[in-house]
């Protein structure tokens, strides 16, 4: 790649691609999967999502960081992703809101931050080569160094990364802490008591939960069925979360148990882990779906929703089992983006209808588990 100024910092790649930055904020080297998200604001939200854990973002949008930082548009307690690679970074903030920097706010996290690098050329190299491992290295790195970090680093196939987001006991997530000018509170839920198993949770998903009024309890992801059972809740949150969900073989054993006991929602790693007991397959993507402007059609109806994705895997159509059903399919590359099962109140989405970033098209979801769990204490 050719420089457009004094070289700080580079990312390589595991085939070799070299693209220089020209300022390098914080500490490096780093390792990871190199992504791009397509996004045009929440790189906030993205940072902090449990899903990028050991991935390397690389930003499409020019501009990251033009409205700062904040305490409350986080997903998780901290940044998630292994580093950040931008095109232009604004010098100052401009939101009211804002109380740090994205530079800042990264280096206090200790992850780099590689700025000025051709965003679009990295881009279209992933697009073309597929996802891959690679680091971001400081400019006096030997480069053949480099790339036997890069080489020597973990791949995401087979990565049980769930088991490093997950929390390391039990705790109510309650509607004390929502602000209310943007999360408006109601009664849907009913108190309904709601267990979301952890592989890498996104704060929004219990928020959308207790804002209409359920009493959420989030698990940790290795809980076994049997408790979930004993608990005595009205229905399971699958959650999202990073890495090969294949690789997750506990929680699959674990949804496998939870089949006909609960009313189940699965969402992204959660679709994932439902399908595959369900008795399908997943595979890797070339690239994944990383972006707030996915469209995805719900079979039933021909309705089209502009949705939040952020997968690497995905779930492989093949042979569907009579009393499963796909409910939803990726217009961009006709990816499987939902299941169903035909008699029992179990459902998932590969993508993510909680958005943060992203549309809110698919907030209805929430109501539809709700209703699911309200139908299934009738009975």
Request: proline share 7%; glycine share 8%; aromatic share 8%.
């Amino acid at each position: 790649m050719q420089k457009r100024g004094k070289e700080a910092g580079y990312l390589l790649f595991e085939d070799g691609a070299r693209f220089a930055g020209e300022t390098l904020y914080g500490p490096s080297p780093v390792f990871g999967e190199a992504v791009f998200n397509t996004s045009h604001s929440g790189y906030q939200e993205i940072l902090t999502d449990p899903s990028y854990r050991r991935q390397i973002m690389v930003f499409t949008t020019p501009h990251i960081g033009n409205v700062g930082v904040n305490d409350l548009d986080v997903e998780s307690p901290r940044v998630q992703a292994a580093g950040a690679v931008v095109r232009n970074l604004p010098a100052f903030p401009r939101n009211w809101r804002a109380n740090s920097d994205l530079s800042s706010w990264l280096k206090t996290e200790g992850v780099p931050l590689l700025v000025g690098a051709d965003t679009r050329a990295i881009t279209l190299h992933i697009r073309r080569q597929g996802a891959m491992r690679a680091g971001i290295f400081p400019v006096d790195a030997p480069v053949s160094e480099a790339l036997e970090g890069v080489k020597g680093s973990p791949t995401m196939t087979s990565a049980d990364l769930a088991s490093e987001v997950t929390c390391q006991a039990p705790y109510s997530f309650d509607a004390s802490s929502l602000d209310e000018f943007w999360y408006p509170l109601h009664d849907a839920g009913n108190e309904l008591r709601v267990a979301v198993l952890d592989f890498g949770v996104k704060r929004n998903i219990p928020r959308e939960l207790v804002r209409r009024g359920c009493r959420v309890t989030v698990l940790p992801a290795k809980t076994p069925a049997e408790d979930i059972i004993l608990g005595n809740y009205d229905g399971v949150i699958i959650s999202n979360g990073p890495g090969d969900p294949a690789a997750v073989e506990y929680g699959v054993v674990t949804v496998r148990n939870l089949i006909g006991k609960l009313p189940l929602f699965g969402i992204c790693l959660g679709h994932q882990l439902l399908a595959l007991a369900a008795g399908f397959e997943t595979f890797k993507l070339p690239f994944g779906h990383r972006g707030a402007n996915h469209p995805v059609r719900r079979k039933t109806d021909k309705i089209v929703e502009i949705t939040s994705q952020n997968h690497g895997f995905a779930v492989k159509e093949g042979k569907t089992a009579k009393e499963w059903r796909i409910s939803h399919i990726n217009l961009n590359d006709h990816t499987v983006e939902g299941l169903e099962h035909v008699e029992l109140p179990v459902f998932s989405l590969q993508y993510h209808p909680e958005a943060s970033p992203g549309p809110h098209d698919s907030l209805n979801y929430f109501d539809r588990f709700i209703q699911e769990m309200i139908n299934a204490q009738a009975h």
